[in-house]
């Protein structure tokens, strides 16, 4: 699927991606050669946007500053005192805390980093335990990472902790995105894929990894995609259905919804289009009926009718200002199995000149 700068998708055969052109064969059967550039996104996936979001796949990690997510594991830390990471496809890495905004040490359930993210000003450590510790890392060790608290030190070993929560400033690079099927998304320079493998430099060194692992790549030197459901949220209105807590609930690229309901985005700058698929929940198809309205705070973008016989609709806005608003009406049977998922919920973001 080849996604252009409007969210609009394309089913092509690929064929090579390489010195920054795309050879592929159209739907009429017709070999094209383009610059990668002009579009947004070049997925290996059947059902919308490739997902993303580093508590999605579950497993130990490293997400940095710039968005970069690692998978692996930790494998001590370097004589620099920089953490070392054994990456699940990349070999191994070595990072500098000034770079790192989260590392998980092991598959826990424990606070993610939207949780912590309002709050967070210091440095946090999550133990195993789900306890919450609040300094400045002072320095990691290969036994453990020493912490100042009220100017004094805690030494805490690695067996003790699950997530490192830094509040470096984040950015957002330009550049080739990578995303991998382990849930790695990382930056790729020089980027060349065939049918076999794809190959490219991150952070300085060679890499290769196959090609069956790439689900989709991103070209953000104009554009970056953002899932919808990584944004924080308010919800405004509803969240219950005869008295049961229904709220809204995310996963990958899906955002799922119950009428009746109204929920609001704060987005980020440079956001200009969203896209999606709405879908009724098919076990649900004899008794559904809603209006889904996509809205800004300046009024209603789209707006679309689903029950049995229309269970599917496309869309895709152009966004005004900061905000975007979602409403779930219940329509001719009340709230009975109207739920709805949003698949593919991607914001397009337009790269700073």
């Not at 805690?154 to 690079?173: C, E, I, K």
């Not at 990578?178 to 794809?198: A, H, K, N």
């Not at 009746?260 to 200009?272: D, Y």
């Not at 608003?325 to 001719?332: N, R, S, Y």
Request: aromatic residues 6%; hydrophobic residues 40%.
């Amino acid at each position: 699927m080849l996604i252009d700068a409007e969210l609009r998708g394309r089913r092509i055969k690929f064929v090579t991606l390489g010195g920054g052109v795309l050879t592929y064969f159209d739907d009429a059967r017709r070999l094209q050669r383009e610059s990668a550039q002009q579009f947004v996104s070049l997925q290996f996936t059947d059902r919308g946007l490739a997902a993303d979001g580093p508590d999605e796949v579950g497993g130990a990690m490293v997400q940095l500053g710039d968005g970069q997510i690692f998978r692996g594991q930790m494998a001590g830390v370097d004589e620099q005192g920089r953490l070392k990471w054994q990456t699940s496809s990349f070999g191994e890495m070595h990072f500098k805390l000034d770079d790192v905004a989260r590392v998980v040490t092991v598959d826990t359930e424990l606070p993610t980093r939207a949780d912590l993210q309002a709050t967070v000003a210091n440095d946090r450590v999550v133990l195993r335990n789900g306890d919450v510790v609040s300094g400045f890392i002072a320095a990691l060790k290969p036994d453990g990472l020493v912490l100042q608290v009220d100017q004094q030190e805690l030494t805490l070993t690695w067996d003790r902790v699950g997530q490192l929560l830094l509040p470096n400033p984040t950015r957002s690079a330009p550049g080739t995105w990578v995303r991998l099927t382990d849930g790695s998304c990382v930056l790729i320079d020089q980027v060349t894929l065939d049918s076999t493998r794809l190959t490219g430099a991150a952070r300085g060194q060679v890499v290769e990894v196959p090609r069956s692992m790439v689900l989709a790549i991103d070209f953000a030197d104009r554009h970056q995609l953002v899932s919808l459901g990584s944004l924080q949220r308010t919800v405004r209105s509803g969240g219950k259905v005869f008295g049961v807590p229904m709220p809204p609930r995310t996963a990958g690229d899906e955002l799922s919804l119950h009428a009746p309901t109204t929920i609001e985005f704060t987005l980020p700058a440079g956001a200009t289009r969203f896209a999606a698929d709405a879908a009724l929940d098919p076990q649900g198809l004899d008794w559904a009926d809603l209006n889904l309205i996509v809205a800004d705070a300046r009024g209603e973008l789209q707006q679309v009718h689903l029950n049995g016989e229309n269970p599917q609709a496309r869309i895709n806005v152009q966004l005004r200002g900061n905000r975007l608003i979602l409403t779930v009406d219940e329509g001719a049977n009340g709230p009975v199995f109207d739920r709805l998922t949003l698949y593919g919920a991607w914001l397009l973001i337009q790269a700073s000149p």
